[in-house]
Nanobody, 122 residues
Framework: VQLVESGGGLVQAGGSLRLSCTPS????????MGWFRQSPGKEREFVAT????????YHGNAVRGRFTVSRNNAKNTVYLHMNSLKPEDTGVYYC????????????????WGQGTQVTVSS
């Protein structure tokens, strides 16, 4: 199964973007699907995740209040709505999925997308 991300791009500070992630197999089931990001010289950072039913959502401290994770069950697609973007949000955003019950660290996820670049200009 491959995770396919889309929606990255260049935006000015204060702007918005929406990222999408869809599994290559629409019947793919998982427990959590979420987003991480990585900028040059930094560790891959947890951004947000959502469970299969959409009943549990978690957001990282750096994005809480500005970013929102959601899902469309009919499309088996997870979204990351990013508002009030800052230059420090710049990085490659990766979609990830896990069948496990842990969801906060990179090691908890066993499926990854190729990443999509988000660049926020000041």
């Amino acid at each position: 199964v491959q995770l396919v991300e889309s929606g990255g791009g260049l935006v000015q500070a204060g702007g918005s973007l929406r990222l999408s992630c869809t599994p290559s197999e629409l019947t793919f089931q998982y427990n959590y699907m979420g987003w991480f990001r990585q900028s040059p010289g930094k560790e891959r950072e947890f951004v947000a995740t959502i469970n299969w039913r959409g009943s549990n959502k978690y957001h990282g401290n750096a994005v809480r209040g500005r970013f929102t994770v959601s899902r469309n069950n009919a499309k088996n697609t997870v979204y990351l709505h990013m508002n009030s973007l800052k230059p420090e949000d710049t990085g490659v955003y990766y979609c990830a999925a896990t069948s496990g019950t842990l969801y906060y660290t990179r090691a908890d996820y066993n499926y990854w997308g190729q990443g999509t670049q988000v660049t926020v200009s000041s």
